[in-house]
């Protein structure tokens, strides 16, 4: 296995005189499902459009299985493209959409109708090879679009926001979907999306973007429960974040005492990790609501709003009444500034 199938060394992307993606370095392991994650504008359709050969890089390389695909043209990079839209043909059949890039390529008819048939198997659409695609429900259409790319035997499927169309449930069923075919193929994915519960249930590594730059990277345990950055541990869900000034929180609108000495001058509490009910700091309910297993109230508090969430069986505190709250040094997560 290459530990750099897919290598982008010193890679700047611009849009005119505007640049997006800074020197970025990156390498993909071959066989692995990797995701780019972050808020819109952060750089990672960017790169994915440069992976593709769809956007011309200003200067850098991109080497996909230990060739230069720099300047060479999309349709020769093999690469295959899952797109938000699936752009599939409405007027051919799931079949034909699937066979489509195949016949294109010359191939006789056997190994067309052998590869189409398994490609459309594997996605768990048998059965529905004469439908078009106005007759599928959403998710039947991502696989259908999924199955278009895999048979041309892409040494990279490239996945931009393909889910954001799903409802909920179907995005649910879609990203098992997508890794169990994934690990069934072996081929090696890079996977787009700004939704970070995505990146977290389906990629083996998450890239992590914030102005066209590798904010962090790592395994999504790591992102998850070691944010490094202030940014990172915002965007994984640590919602509570605050400066540290000797053994003192401290914000722009105040400090509350932190109670014990930090080594790092930020601090950040997921809501889950505020202790409700009881402890040394109390605010005054702004906001509750009821989130099934749990109530999610918003404090107000001499630092601000600080969000927790509290055992749906503890005693509900009324709208405009204080509530004993503590910030424990155990589910405090140190950050860098």
Known sequence: MSEKYVSLRNLTLSYGKTVAVPNLNLDVVEGELIALLGPSGCGKTTTMRAIAGLLTPTSGTIVIDGRDVTRVAANKRGIGLVFQSYALFPHLSAFENVAFGLRLQKMPETEIRQRTEAGIATVGLAG???????????????????????????????????????DARLRLEMRTELQRVQKKTGVTMVFVTHDQSEALALADRIVLMKDG??????????????????FAAEFMGFENIFRVQGENLVSDFGQLPLGFKATSP???????GVQVGQGPLSGRVSASSFAGGHREYVIDTALGQIKADAPIETLEVPLGENIAFDLPKSNARQLSA
Do not use: C
Not at 213 to 230: D, N, R, S, V
């Open 213 to 230: 730059k590798i904010e962090q990277l790592g395994t999504p345990h790591q992102l998850y429960a070691e944010p490094a950055t202030a």
């Open 266 to 272: 930020m601090l950040a509490w997921r809501p889950s």
């Open 128 to 166: 529905f090879e004469k439908r078009k695609p106005a007759e599928m429900s959403g998710g039947q259409q991502q696989r259908l679009a999924l199955a278009r790319s895999l048979v041309m035997e892409p040494k990279v499927l490239l996945l931009d926001e393909p889910l954001s169309n799903l």
